[in-house]
């Protein structure tokens, strides 16, 4: 079926008029965007489903929310005969996201489903959290994370808090795809919809204060300035900082404003500097210790501290995480609370330092692909076997403890506070603590390379890039010779000095690869399952044994990652 073919189905009585509309107004100005918006249909990826708002199969609308809705609803009936059906629904400060939420839940209303809706904009870790704390079967946030403004999505969660993953992952897109769109039941019930507000919020911070805080020690000395990036945690994060103990809090006003269009910054995302500028203009008037920023749906969260020079400097994701998991299993050893029946969780993506870190302190450390809802597979793997005790990944994600099943910034940012002023109280930063660990362990240092491609011509085009890696790898990267291929498609590692391939089935399959050089270097090559994306993920290492000696050798391992992308051609 032509494109044309696929969008003039949308002229038919099933589609509300305004849809029609749109349709009609794209054929007619044979519009470029008409290829885009029907050449496909949304997919779910490591995040659910998420794209661009607009009409068609390739957007996010009614429609497309009703199908998946509607999907969902099917197969829940099935794997909960007989039982009251009950799915928690929160939304972010997204364009329509409230909207969305309603007509999410008028989806599963009408088919009998109870329903329990937050009032307005939550935090996406509220929600993992909710679904336990409320024994709710499944549920769903409308939210496209950090995305640019003319998006939004729709995340799916089971019974355990976690995202859906196999097999219930695949036979619910089953479920989706097999709707058709006048098959949708849009008339909901509102006498199943059961409304939360803030008494929820209460109980999920002090889980997060329960969970993820071990001591009490300067923290009425720190200076913190925080901001929500225009997202949902203006509703929990100020309000847990305070019941923490921390006095000395101060807000980006303008940014704690939530806003869809994220009116003072270019991207929402606070893996990007930018994007905590005000924050970090703030902190030289506080004279903060500590700058924290979260993402529109508050799961991941931006630090910056001050560096060797006592300025302030945003750490990459796997330096927070290395400093959160180090300093959280030196509590748990110290309360002897060890016993070698405990794990923590990263992806493949992430730097193997805490593989180190697991060997130091007497834990296993479990890896899966890329996205919090493989950790949330472990952990629900592992009940009643071994105690799942942290997680991250290297895209400024962290989770402490197992009461939330998703990446959570709530409980990260307590725990990243109390270790700073644990170490302002000790005569020390943060920052130096991070290199103590390096002292101790090794000095990782990683460099991410996106490579955006819009459009159906840019997935083309990222697909013949995966196929020329996979098929011509590289033989030698910033002077050291490649030694391991792994293809997590195709389920292999390959030892070129050995000539050997193994097969690796522990991890499902997925579009990656990683090359490993002789000196230790990492390179995962990786499409985004939800931005029109490849990345490059580069981690390279050496041992340091002082802070002159972390100065030389970030400057180093910084022309290290440089001359790997000069080697791939990363342009």
């Known amino acids: 079926m032509t494109t044309l073919e696929k969008a003039q189905l949308w002229l038919s009585d099933t589609f509300d008029i305004e849809t029609r509309n749109a349709v009609q107004a794209l054929i007619d100005s044979n519009s470029p965007d008409l290829e885009d918006s029907f050449y496909r249909e949304l997919e779910f990826g490591t995040g659910g489903m998420r794209g ?32 009251e059906i009950k799915v928690a629904i929160a939304y972010d400060v997204r364009h329509n996201s409230k909207e969305f939420g309603k007509l999410v839940a008028d989806v599963l209303t009408a088919n009998g489903i109870k329903v329990l809706l937050f009032k307005d904009h939550r935090p996406t870790p509220e929600l993992s959290f909710t679904v336990r704390d409320k024994k709710c079967n499944g549920g769903i946030v409308l939210t496209a994370s950090h995305n640019p403004p003319e998006y ?65 020690v300067g923290k009425e000395n720190l200076n913190i300035v925080f901001t929500s990036i225009h997202g949902t945690t203006y509703t929990t994060i100020p309000k847990a900082l305070e019941k923490a103990g921390f006095k000395k809090v101060d807000l980006v006003k303008e940014q704690m404003i939530p806003s869809g269009n994220f009116t003072t910054v270019e991207s929402p995302n606070p893996e990007e500097p930018a994007a905590l500028e005000m924050a970090m203009d703030l902190a030289r008037i506080t004279n903060a210790d500590i700058v924290i920023g979260t993402d529109p749906d508050g799961d991941r969260l931006g630090i910056a501290v001050r560096n060797l020079d006592g300025e302030m400097q945003l750490l990459n994701g796997n330096q927070t995480n290395t400093i ?16 070698g029946k405990e794990f923590i969780g ?3 993506v992430t730097s193997d330092i805490f593989f180190d870190i697991a060997q ?11 996205g919090f809802k493989w950790i949330g597979k472990m952990i629900r793997e592992a009940e009643g076997k071994e105690k799942f005790i942290c997680g991250g990944e290297e895209s400024f994600g962290f989770m402490t403890g197992d009461f939330v099943r998703d990446k959570d910034s709530c409980g990260s940012i307590l725990v990243a506070c109390e270790i700073a002023a644990w170490c302002k109280a000790n005569g020390r930063t943060m920052y130096q603590y991070m290199i103590e660990i390096y002292q101790d362990l090794g000095m990782y240092y990683e460099g991410l390379v996106n490579i955006v491609r819009k459009g159906k011509e840019g997935a083309e085009e990222i697909q013949n890039m995966m196929k020329n890696f996979r098929e ?11 030694e391991e291929v792994k293809d997590f498609k195709e389920q292999t590692s390959f030892s070129v000095s050995k000539n050997e391939t193994k097969v690796m089935n522990d991890i499902p399959k997925s579009n990656v690869l990683i090359y490993y050089t002789q000196d230790g270097t990492k390179v995962c090559v990786r499409p985004s399952g ?25 400057k180093s391992l910084a022309a290290k990652i440089e001359d790997v992308r000069r080697d791939l051609q990363l342009n």
Request: contains cysteine; glycine residues 8%; charged residues 25%.
């Open 52 to 83: 661009i708002m607009g009409v068609g199969t390739n957007r996010l609308n009614k429609y497309t929310l009703g199908q998946a809705t509607q999907g969902l609803a099917n197969y829940m009936l099935q794997q909960f005969k007989g039982e």
């Open 152 to 216: 939004n999505g729709y995340k799916v969660y089971w019974n355990d808090g976690a995202q859906i993953v196999p097999p219930h992952d695949e036979a619910i897109i089953n479920e989706v795809y097999s709707v058709k769109f006048d098959e949708i039941k849009f008339n909901g019930n509102d006498d199943l919809i059961e409304w939360i507000g803030e008494e929820q919020d209460d109980v999920y911070i002090n889980a997060c204060i329960e969970n993820s805080t071990y001591q009490n």
């Open 324 to 339: 959160l998991t180090y300093y959280i299993l030196n509590e748990w050893r110290k309360q002897e609370r060890i016993t």
């Open 346 to 348: 990263s992806t493949i």
């Open 360 to 370: 130091k302190f007497g834990v296993d450390c479990k890896v899966g692909l890329t």
């Open 472 to 482: 011509n790898p590289p033989k030698e990267l910033a002077g050291s010779l490649v």
């Open 530 to 554: 939800t931005e029109p994306k490849i990345k490059f993920y580069v981690s390279v290492k050496d041992s340091i044994t002082s802070e002159a000696d972390f100065r030389d050798k970030l």
